[in-house]
């Protein structure tokens, strides 16, 4: 299947400081990424859809200032957590689908992250 | 409100027997529906997919079945074997291009040896 990469798996930061999430599509090119969080024994909540060269669109609640997402190639997308807070901590998974019907989504390793 | 539910959280099967994992939706626009199996601290990996237009999908070890008029899917999974031990996750897409997946909140699988 194709294959999705995210980087990092994990990271731990202090409060106030930013951390970016780097999500990649490495052997197709995915028009549309998917941000999900998942907190403990919980679903994967949509955070935002991040449609390539042009804004995202983020779910209701989502804090579209506070999550900042770039998709600036059709092989790359970002989420930066700005001013990250221990409440932000959480386990965050980017999906890629083949086609803009995403009758199959791929997904990244996840990235779990810690605020201290 | 959630649109796609897994009310059992958890199941427990011995090797060798069958496991069977249900979900519920309550959206009739869904016209995709899909089963993801995750591991702790890991992204959830692709397992099978049934279109809304189909009642059965089999694939190995793992059959979909659909029952639209009920908004009920399950996936059953025979035989069961303890590396099948995982979060399973049921998942739905609108009938919309480039629309996000809806997780349930998984079910996870035990199975004993």
């Known amino acids: 299947g194709a294959v999705v990469s995210q980087h990092p798996s994990w990271v731990i930061c202090k409060s106030g400081t930013s951390v970016k999430i780097e999500c990649r599509s490495l052997d197709f090119q995915a028009t549309t990424m998917f941000w999900y969080r998942q907190f403990p024994k919980q679903s994967l909540m949509l955070m935002a859809t991040?449609?390539?060269?042009?804004?995202?669109?983020?779910e209701q609640g989502v804090e579209k200032d506070k999550f900042l997402i770039n998709h600036a190639s059709l092989t790359l997308s970002t989420l930066t957590v700005t001013s990250a807070h221990p409440e932000d901590s959480s386990f965050y998974i980017c999906s890629a689908s083949l086609t803009t019907q995403g009758t199959e989504a791929f997904f990244g390793q996840g990235t779990r992250l810690t605020v201290v | 409100d959630q649109q796609v539910k897994q009310n059992s959280p958890s199941l427990s099967v011995q090797e060798g027997r069958i496991s069977i994992l249900n979900c519920d939706y309550t959206?009739?626009?869904?016209?995709?529906f899909l089963w993801y199996k995750k591991y702790p601290a890991e992204g959830p990996t692709f397992l099978i997919s049934i279109s809304s237009i189909k009642d059965k999908n089999e694939d190995g070890r793992f059959t979909v079945f659909l029952n639209k008029s009920a908004k009920h899917l399950s996936l059953h999974i025979v035989p069961s074997q303890p590396g099948d031990s995982a979060v399973y996750f049921c998942a739905a897409r609108l009938n919309q291009a480039g629309t996000a997946l809806i997780f349930g909140k998984g079910t996870t699988l035990s199975v004993s040896s």
């Open positions: 991040s449609n390539e060269g042009s804004k995202a669109t983020y």
């Open positions: 959206n009739s626009m869904f016209d995709y």
